[in-house]
């Protein structure tokens, strides 16, 4: 009795179906589809010659007239996880070209180049898909930055919630710019460039699980924009820092702790939206930790606040603009705040995620 | 331990044999059970802990209340 | 925001305790049983401005500190199960048990969801026909009528997936407890507004009288602070042992009289272990045996659990308000709320949380 002839052809693929509708796994495979989605999705919306010579890598040229000092390039990644994709006033991809903009500008850099990976879930849909990457578009239009380089891999359905997406920027830092955590000094002024909390209420509402319903739309934006109004005003600017998650208190003592200095801060003066002090409120929030992704601080020395405040307030991104404290010598590496009844307490860095409460 | 807020009743309506409402807490609106004030009305205000209404809030109550402080703490500015 | 900014006027603040100062001719010590109190207390730093002679002591009335460990663990030991959906409010998330909390019990891959509302639970046992939805229902007598209407509603709706794991506590046996412990050293209460809110406050007129203690009903704002602050003063100096209503805008007498008649359908009174504190008789409150089916407990066969409490932690001392938490051994070093060993660190309203959050470095 001789073996049965094994029938090989149940193992050889047919020609692979379009796959229009829905991401799949052969997308990410690095094949012929792969290269198709790229075609088709990516490049068309990324448009530019250094993307779309195709090598493994984007080229930058810096071209030898730059400069005669040393070139300072400030370079940040980040990896966007949120849920919702889409949310009141912005989008995952949005939000992955905002977040990682606003990191390089906080330096005092002009962005220039992002790249931006994908992970896509099998069973996405390709409308989806395009949404995210043409909002990533506009963002990086709005920004005036490109994006060079990149990579997708698709993964099984029910891992990466539809999309996640990491982008590393890259920026140039000009001559005469020294931003940085490490330079409060005591005396100095602490601003904010707009209403806190935004962006965390809204995708929390969003995201339906406490079923409540708010006007409130994310700020997310590029602020490059704004920090290049702000040092055309001035070089003199010690600190920028975009409060993302962990809100301004967790931002405030990141730089309380890098400068060895207090800060005291003036509850009167923060700004905050009335409906999203009220989510605050009904969900035993307190705003001073609740996400923004379109808003930074600057501290800067006092004699230059007030003209400082006036340029950021003229600018589309400042006008909710507000000084809300000053930087002390002691207590060194915490954050106070002073209550409208003249009582003071600290403000320490979010810990662990916050929790609606009964209490 | 009673983290309650107050809101103020837009609407009035019933699901599933439950008197429910929409609550209006200042630029914040929530589905609430107002089962527990069978009373109200819309306009009224109540306090709301965990999505049950617990009561509503008496206006004259609350106007003698800061009427009352008002008249304590004017006392000190002039004495 | 209607009925809360009036409440935190600060010209009204200071007058009030300009008032309290020129009332008060001896030392007082006043506990306010609320956490949700003595988080504002915190929060508006309104000990700052109270005169000397007033020493605040908080009390044990934060519902997710006191839960005991024994059911904390049965939490976990029942969201550990497969095909369960445990759901929780969500400060109960980060309660440490005997060992982790729920937030570990989630990160081995168990479904657990925050809820703001126990209504809420109802829908994800709806919309999920084929899990067993369990919701956590701690609370007060507050959050009692909420807990309760979950279980008649699940019961209307025919729902057989849907349990409560109860751990429900009382505010007026705990202050015996209190004010019959030989340490007692508080003179005056602050009540529970939102309590009152529900219960009335015809339970703490007996209380007032056996212990000659003053309680005033008080709210959560700073102005309703002070002038429950303002009222127990007064009482004290002239010797007046009664229950007055400082926040009347929401509580009166009687209380809610639907939603006590609610929680007498579904509840009956049972003694309940205080983490921390031990067994007060009478404190607590459980299903009623008609209602069983809808108890977690029965439902999983939890059984008996012994739990591990951290030796270092002295949270019961701090709860009866026998020690400040800056003077417990471990504060702000082996216990921090990212590593919390014991109840009143996790919860905001703890008393150690509150102190950690905003009075170091004071």
Redesign the interface.
Known sequence: MTDPIPNIEGIMCPLPLPHNERIVLGHGSGGKMSYELISKVFLPLFKNPILTTGDDAGLITILKEVSNDDIRLAISTDSHVVMPLFFPGGDIGRLAICGTVNDISMLGATPLYMTAGFVLEEGLEMETLHKVVESMRVAAAEANIQIIAGDTKVVQNGKADGIYINTTGIGLIPAGINISGTNAKPGDIVIVSGTIGDHGIAVLAARGELNFKVEIKSDVAPLNGLVATMLNATKEIHVLRDPTRGGLATSLNEIALQSHVGIMIYEDTIPIKPAVEAACEMLGFDSLYVANEGKLIVIVDKSIADSLLSVMKEHPLGTDAAIIGTVTERPDTHVLLKTTFGTTRMIDMMSGEMLPRIC | MCLAVPGKILEIYETNGLLMGKIDFGGVVREVCLTYVPEAKVGDYTIIHVGFALNLIDEKEAMETLALLDEISNQDLTE | ????K?Y?D???????I??IT?SINHNWIIMEI???QT?SI?????N??LPEGIELVHGP????CVTSLEMIDKAHAIASQPGVIFTS???M??VPGSQGDL?SVRASGNDI????????AIKIAQDNPDKQVVFFAI??E??A??NA?SVL?AQ??GLKNFSLLVSQVRVPPAMHAILGSANNRIQGFLA????C??MGYWEYVPIAHQYKVPIVVTG?E??DIL?GI?FVIRDLEQNIYEVEN?Y????NYEG?K??QN?IEQVFVECDQKWRGIGNIPRSGWRLKPELIEYDAEDRFQVGEITPTESPLCISGQILQGLVKPMNCPAFASQC???SPLGATMV???GACAAY???????
Do not use: W
Not at chain 3, 356 to 362: I, M, T
């Open positions: 925001m209607k009925y809360l009036e935190r600060s010209k009204l603040v200071h007058g009030v300009d008032k020129r609320c956490g949700g988080h915190m929060k508006y730093g309104l700052q401005l009335g934060c519902p997710v409010y969500g400060d998330l980060r937030f969801r925050v809820v703001y509302s126990s209504l809420d609370g007060f507050t959050t009528p909420a209407m509603h209307k709706l529970a507004g939102h309590v809110t529900v959560f700073p102005v002038q303002l400082a009347s805008r929401v509580v809610n639907p939603a609610i921090t709320p990212e919860s905001s309203e950690y959050r905003y009075g170091r470095s004071l």
